[in-house]
C-alpha cells in the first residue's frame, strides 16, 4: 500500500509576512498614477502599456518584470518587495 505524503503547511510567519505584504500594497494601488513613475523609473524596460495594464496589481508588475527581463519569478517577487519596502510611503 504506497504511503501519502502531505506538503507541510507553510510556516506561520510567512503566512503573516505574506498578508502583511498583501495589505501593505494597498498603497500602491490607491495610488496608482504617482507610483507608476517610480515603478519606471526601477524598471525602465516596462513601456507606458505595461503600466496601464498593470494599473497596481503585485502579480501583474511581478509577471510584466519577469516578460520584459527574463528574471526567475522568486527574484523578482525579492526584488519587488526590496523596492516597495525602499520607498518613503506617507
Known amino acids: 500500500m504506497p504511503i501519502e505524503t502531505k506538503a507541510a503547511p507553510a510556516p506561520l510567519s510567512s503566512v503573516v509576512q505574506f498578508m502583511e505584504s498583501a495589505m501593505d500594497w494597498n498603497r500602491v494601488e490607491g495610488s496608482w498614477k504617482q507610483v507608476k513613475g517610480k515603478v519606471k523609473e526601477q524598471w525602465g524596460k ?33 526584488d519587488v518587495e526590496n523596492w516597495y519596502n525602499s520607498q518613503k510611503w506617507q
Open 46 to 78: 516596462l513601456t507606458d502599456d505595461d503600466l496601464n495594464v498593470i494599473n497596481g496589481q503585485q502579480d501583474q508588475l511581478e509577471g510584466k518584470i519577469q516578460e520584459r527581463y527574463g528574471y526567475a519569478k522568486d527574484q523578482i517577487r525579492r
